[in-house]
């Protein structure tokens, strides 16, 4: 039939074709689907974030571990005996390790504007005579990161090589990085001190001891990070040992 309108049956001009196209990736998913590619990010994301987690609670419960149960301190003598305050039973620790000739010197480091060796050798039941010459106050620090700067300065004058670290148990990790960091070629040794806090028999169920070692933990990582001077506002320690 020629002349008239091309019948249902007549083939396709050249080029067509009666196959429906290929569907695109859009028209594949289901509205409001996620990609395959997506969900398999999305799965990775979740993975890592609980292995992050589970991280974070395991070197939290270590950390708690060692809190609780500080290694005791080693024998031997050492040049001088560094007390980081914050408790009144790290500065008589201190003062026993003296009277015990466990080192010639002790610097208390981080003690108050206005406290003096007469005062603190006092609070601590002794008398400052016994120590004169001995005891070294530092007053410049007012963070843990500012300890670690007085003890290094201290040390570089005074030519102390190796020194006894006396804090809590609790603080110990955290200074000592600090300290290593600002006295590399130094021994340091760490004396840990038990928190009264955390020896109390109920010590586990009450919501202080908690926020203190967590609060504690937090400031480690920072530390850790090298965030301690700049997310960390400087602070006396509360006594808490």
């Known amino acids: 039939m020629t002349g008239g309108k091309r019948g249902t049956t007549d083939p396709p001009p050249d080029g067509a ?19 395959p590619a997506g969900r398999k990010r999305r799965r990775w994301r979740a993975t890592l974030a609980v292995l992050g987690l589970l991280l974070l609670l395991g070197g939290f419960a270590a ?5 609780l149960q500080a290694a005791p301190a080693p024998d031997g003598e050492t040049d001088a005996i560094v007390v980081l305050t914050g408790g009144s039973e790290r500065v008589a620790t201190g003062f026993r390790l003296l009277v015990e000739d466990r080192a010639p010197r002790l610097l208390i480091s981080g003690a108050y504007p206005e406290a003096d060796l007469a005062e603190i050798a006092a609070a601590a039941g002794h008398d400052p005579a016994a120590f004169a010459g001995r ?13 670690a700067a007085e003890v290094a300065a201290w040390a570089r004058a005074e030519e102390m090589r190796t020194l006894r670290i006396v804090t809590a148990g609790y603080h110990m990790p955290r200074a000592m990085l600090e ?3 600002a006295m590399p070629t130094r021994t340091l040794v760490p ?3 038990p928190s009264a806090l955390l020896r109390a028999p ?5 919501p202080k001891v908690w926020l203190l070692l967590a609060g504690e933990y937090a400031r480690y990582l920072a530390a850790r990070a090298g965030l301690s001077g700049l997310l960390l506002v400087p602070r006396r320690e509360a006594p808490a040992a």
């Open 63 to 67: 950390f708690v571990r060692e809190a």
């Open 135 to 147: 005891v070294a106050v530092g007053h410049a620090a007012a963070s843990t990161r500012g300890n």
């Open 17 to 35: 074709t009666d196959e429906p196209a290929p569907p695109t990736l859009a028209a594949s998913v289901p509205p409001g689907a996620m990609p």
């Open 202 to 206: 109920d010590a586990l169920w009450r």
């Open 179 to 181: 300290l290593r960091r």
């Open 191 to 193: 004396h840990p001190v």
